[in-house]
């Protein structure tokens, strides 16, 4: 679900009005905890290695996840974690936590694959499986890179003394906004200082680049069944519904935000030409720059779906006696827009250029741009360099992320480490092969120590905490956080999705 830069919200506005840290004062020497956190990196890499492109194998769908973070879990039981598996409701979600008492240092770990994007370590389209699912978004990385940063802390905690504490979170279906957000709403990162995430990438960077709000449901239609040549008089047609609804989707667009965003798939369309669907079901996306926008967008879409629903049944709309049963829609998320956080973000990237992009061999890169030619983008590798920390952000929002959700609860920066080549876009064929080629496990290895020295920085810094919590607590004066899913709603999918 991330695109391939990170993504955040500008506070060009308050940076000045609240305790930053400069690049250069964060962290830009080794210190004796970094080198043990960046050793305990290396000491595991081939476990991690191991870990992750199991993880690529197996290719698990949201909420099915359930060999690729028992994995995870288990990995870091094994290194001394205490693990509590199966909260929020989510048999693949986990919290496996190392020490006691602030400040309380967060890692993501997401392991949920894309549907339909297998695809072997391949320079051309070579479907492993086919209609299986693929990690073109990076996610086998993303897990045990986050993993492997947690383990690490742990050691440098250890063998220094550092008092704190370390947790990663096991949070599936990202690619459906569904882990984060219950985790979130069930109180998992009240007590957080400060979440350090990182994401699979095609450069080497942090930013505070915004991402939009969305909220995923579907829409139920209901008709009457008849057949569709004797006597389709009879009938009324839930897929006619779905079809108006389309229509006015589409004519919405004209007139809704040029921020706004609306994407869909028909999930049931019936069964058989000759049969009058009397069931229809469409799977949406409403995106808006930011989740009062969103509401906006989401609010004329149901009154769309009113107006479907009436000019499918016409004169027998609302009449239960002749079959009438009242469109339904089932709310499955909402993902708020990002609240950024410099004073993180200037901390990471001052470990980012510490530990430095990954070495690739020139067959790495002679892999990598085989890719790029295949999208027509300059043949130049890998990323190799640190893009410089710009304070501004990005003016259009790009993708959307859960991570959003945990940014509103406590400081919350994003990390992205080049593990597919520049210009390749995520969600295809070749990121998929790129997050299972041995480039993409160097890069990974890269963000596990960059996000372990950053914890080491959060853990003997208390000026950096300070300055996190105040530029947090200034910004969430702008949106106060309430949970976008009430206390009643089951994390779920879409009808499509829901089989074994």
Same mark, same amino acid.
């Given at each position: 679900?991330?695109?391939?830069?990170?993504?955040?919200?500008?506070?060009?506005?308050?940076?000045?009005?609240?305790?930053?840290?400069?690049?250069?004062?964060?962290?830009?020497?080794?210190?004796?905890?970094?080198?043990?956190?960046?050793?305990?990196?290396?000491?595991?890499?081939?476990?991690?290695?191991?870990?992750?492109?199991?993880?690529?194998?197996?290719? @698990?769908?949201?909420?099915?996840?359930?060999?690729?973070?028992?994995?995870?879990?288990?990995?870091?039981?094994?290194?001394?974690?205490?693990?509590?598996?199966?909260?929020?409701?989510?048999?693949?979600?986990?919290?496996?936590?190392? &020490?006691?008492?602030?400040?309380?240092?967060?890692?993501?770990?997401?392991?949920?694959?894309?549907?339909?994007?297998?695809?072997?370590?391949?320079?051309?389209?070579?479907?492993?499986?086919?209609?299986?699912?693929?990690?073109?978004?990076?996610?086998?990385?993303?897990?045990?890179?986050?993993?492997?940063?947690?383990?690490?802390?742990?050691?440098?905690?250890?063998?220094?003394?550092?008092? &704190?504490?370390?947790?990663?979170?096991?949070?599936?279906?990202?690619?459906?906004?569904? &882990?984060?957000?219950?985790?979130?709403?069930?109180?998992?990162?009240?007590?957080?200082?400060?979440?350090?995430?990182?994401?699979?990438?095609? @450069?080497?960077?942090?930013?505070?680049?915004?991402?939009?709000?969305?909220?995923?449901?579907?829409?139920?239609?209901?008709?009457?069944?008849?057949?569709?040549?004797?006597?389709?008089?009879?009938?009324?047609?839930?897929?006619?519904?779905?079809?108006?609804?389309?229509?006015?989707?589409?004519?919405?667009?004209?007139?809704?935000?040029?921020?706004?965003?609306?994407?869909?798939?028909?999930?049931?369309?019936?069964?058989?030409?000759?049969?009058?669907?009397?069931?229809?079901?469409?799977?949406?996306?409403?995106?808006?720059?930011?989740?009062?926008?969103?509401?906006?967008?989401?609010?004329?879409?149901?009154?769309?779906?009113?107006?479907?629903?009436?000019?499918?049944?016409? @004169?027998?709309?609302?009449?239960?006696?002749?079959?009438?049963?009242?469109?339904?829609?089932?709310?499955?998320?909402?993902?708020?827009?990002?609240?950024?956080?410099?004073?993180?973000?200037?901390?990471?990237?001052?470990?980012?250029?510490?530990?430095?992009?990954?070495?690739?061999?020139?067959?790495?890169?002679?892999?990598?741009?085989?890719?790029?030619?295949?999208?027509?983008?300059?043949?130049?590798?890998?990323?190799?360099?640190?893009?410089?920390?710009?304070?501004?952000?990005?003016? @259009?929002?790009?993708?959307?992320?859960?991570?959003?959700?945990?940014?509103?609860?406590?400081?919350?920066?994003?990390?992205?480490?080049?593990?597919?080549?520049?210009?390749?876009?995520?969600?295809?064929?070749?990121?998929?092969?790129?997050?299972?080629?041995?480039?993409?496990?160097?890069?990974?290895?890269?963000?596990?120590?960059?996000?372990?020295?950053?914890?080491?920085?959060?853990?003997?810094?208390?000026?950096?905490?300070?300055?996190?919590?105040?530029?947090?607590?200034?910004?969430?004066?702008?949106?106060?956080?309430?949970?976008?899913?009430?206390?009643?709603?089951?994390?779920?999918?879409?009808?499509?999705?829901?089989?074994?």
């Amino acid at each position: 679900m991330h695109k391939p830069h990170t993504f955040r919200t500008c506070l060009a506005l308050l940076v000045a009005s609240v305790p930053t840290l400069r690049a250069q004062d964060a962290a830009l020497e080794w210190t004796e905890p970094k080198r043990t956190a960046a050793a305990a990196v290396d000491a595991r890499a081939e476990t991690l290695v191991d870990a992750s492109r199991r993880i690529w194998e197996l290719a @698990e769908l949201a909420l099915k996840e359930h060999r690729s973070s028992e994995l995870l879990a288990a990995l870091l039981e094994q290194e001394g974690f205490t693990v509590e598996r199966g909260v929020s409701d989510m048999p693949t979600a986990f919290v496996a936590s190392y &020490g006691e008492g602030h400040p309380i240092v967060a890692y993501l770990a997401e392991f949920d694959a894309l549907p339909g994007l297998s695809q072997r370590v391949a320079p051309v389209i070579d479907v492993l499986v086919p209609g299986a699912g693929g990690h073109g978004c990076g996610h086998n990385l993303f897990g045990a890179g986050s993993v492997g940063a947690g383990i690490a802390l742990k050691a440098a905690m250890q063998k220094h003394d550092l008092a &704190g504490t370390v947790r990663v979170y096991g949070t599936p279906a990202e690619e459906q906004g569904i &882990g984060k957000v219950f985790m979130v709403r069930d109180g998992l990162f009240d007590d957080v200082d400060a979440c350090l995430s990182w994401h699979p990438s095609n @450069e080497n960077s942090v930013s505070v680049d915004p991402s939009k709000a969305l909220r995923s449901f579907e829409v139920t239609f209901y008709g009457r069944s008849a057949h569709a040549a004797g006597a389709p008089w009879k009938g009324v047609s839930a897929l006619d519904a779905v079809e108006a609804f389309e229509t006015g989707l589409n004519l919405l667009r004209e007139h809704m935000p040029e921020s706004a965003r609306i994407h869909y798939v028909v999930t049931d369309g019936g069964q058989a030409p000759n049969v009058i669907p009397a069931r229809a079901s469409i799977w949406l996306f409403t995106r808006g720059k930011d989740w009062p926008e969103e509401e906006q967008v989401y609010e004329h879409v149901l009154k769309i779906v009113e107006g479907a629903d009436l000019m499918a049944w016409g @004169e027998e709309h609302g009449r239960p006696e002749r079959g009438y049963r009242a469109p339904e829609v089932d709310v499955f998320t909402g993902l708020y827009h990002y609240n950024p956080n410099h004073a993180a973000a200037r901390a990471v990237h001052a470990n980012l250029v510490l530990v430095g992009p990954a070495d690739y061999t020139e067959a790495e890169h002679v892999f990598a741009r085989h890719l790029q030619t295949a999208f027509e983008v300059e043949p130049d590798g890998m990323h190799t360099t640190v893009t410089p920390f710009d304070p501004d952000a990005a003016p @259009e929002p790009g993708g959307s992320t859960d991570v959003a959700n945990v940014s509103w609860i406590c400081p919350t920066i994003d990390l992205s480490v080049a593990n597919w080549p520049q210009d390749v876009p995520a969600h295809s064929w070749a990121s998929t092969a790129a997050s299972g080629s041995s480039a993409a496990y160097k890069a990974m290895l890269v963000a596990s120590k960059v996000l372990a020295a950053a914890g080491v920085d959060v853990l003997t810094k208390p000026e950096l905490v300070r300055a996190m919590r105040a530029e947090f607590e200034e910004q969430s004066k702008t949106f106060p956080y309430v949970s976008p899913v009430g206390p009643e709603v089951m994390p779920g999918l879409p009808s499509h999705m829901r089989g074994d």
